[in-house]
């Protein structure tokens, strides 16, 4: 069996995954039921648009777990396969369940015959689709909708930027206030790659020991 440290390996999680670091906007009913570690439901899955925020509730629903000295695990299908070892967690969140192969399906069936017996393993999942609508074996289907579904709404533009601000406070970035405006208006409006805008701009302002100002942005992004 593997230690609980070795099914954390996915999980250098920095602190801003967690659920006080989530702008709610209209996801308050599934929020409350990740964060209640008294939930007696084993199987949840969640779906909405890419930058809608699934992510990072999968992640700070591992998080909660290992604050809480639970055994955890976080799998993104995209670059990380699926292994049989993933039994040993007692919570296990999958992000992009459309990107599991035949063989992932096969064993991702297995746990969830295996933590329905047991009733000691929860299992949190992540698509684009609802996962009705997801390529996967009818079988695994219908188990995945054996449990909740919540789709996952997307952010207003103030709420987009209200949560850009809780994420520079938390990574302690020094940017202008113009600089998220700025952003938010004239680009990809989907969360994630505002984020990963601002990262970048904080590594160059970091190099070049410069505040991340408006002129800084453009030349930094050779607008």
Same mark, same amino acid.
């Given at each position: ?72 695990? /976080? ?36 746990? /969830? *015959? ?27 289907? $219908? ?6 579904? /919540? ?15 809780? /994420? ?5 970035? *020094? ?46 992004? $050779?607008?």
């Amino acid at each position: 069996m593997l230690a609980s440290s070795q099914l954390t390996f996915e999980l250098a999680l920095p602190s801003h995954f967690d659920f006080n670091h989530f702008v709610v906007g209209n996801n308050q009913e599934a929020l409350s039921m990740l964060s209640s570690l008294d939930s007696d439901e084993p199987f949840m899955a969640l779906w909405g648009h890419h930058g809608s925020g699934k992510t990072h509730l999968l992640k700070a629903w591992i998080h909660q777990a290992i604050l809480n000295k639970e055994s955890a695990l /976080y799998i993104d299908a995209c670059h990380t396969k699926l292994i049989d070892a993933a039994k040993h967690a007692k919570f296990l969140a999958i992000d992009h369940i459309e990107a599991l192969d035949a063989n992932a399906q096969i064993i991702l069936f297995s746990l /969830y *015959n295996l933590f329905r017996s047991t009733k000691e393993s929860r299992v949190l999942l992540a698509s684009t689709l609802p996962p009705i609508h997801v390529n996967l074996r009818d079988d695994l289907r $219908s188990r995945i909708l054996s449990g909740l579904v /919540y789709e996952i709404h997307g952010l207003s533009d103030e709420q987009k930027l209200t949560a850009l601000h809780t /994420y520079v406070r938390a990574q302690q970035i *020094n940017i202008h206030k113009n600089v998220l405006q700025y952003l938010l208006r004239h680009f990809q409006r989907n969360l994630t790659s505002l984020i990963a805008i601002v990262d970048t701009l904080d590594r160059e302002a970091l190099a070049q020991k410069h505040p991340i100002t408006l002129p800084f942005l453009k030349t930094t992004l $050779s607008i």
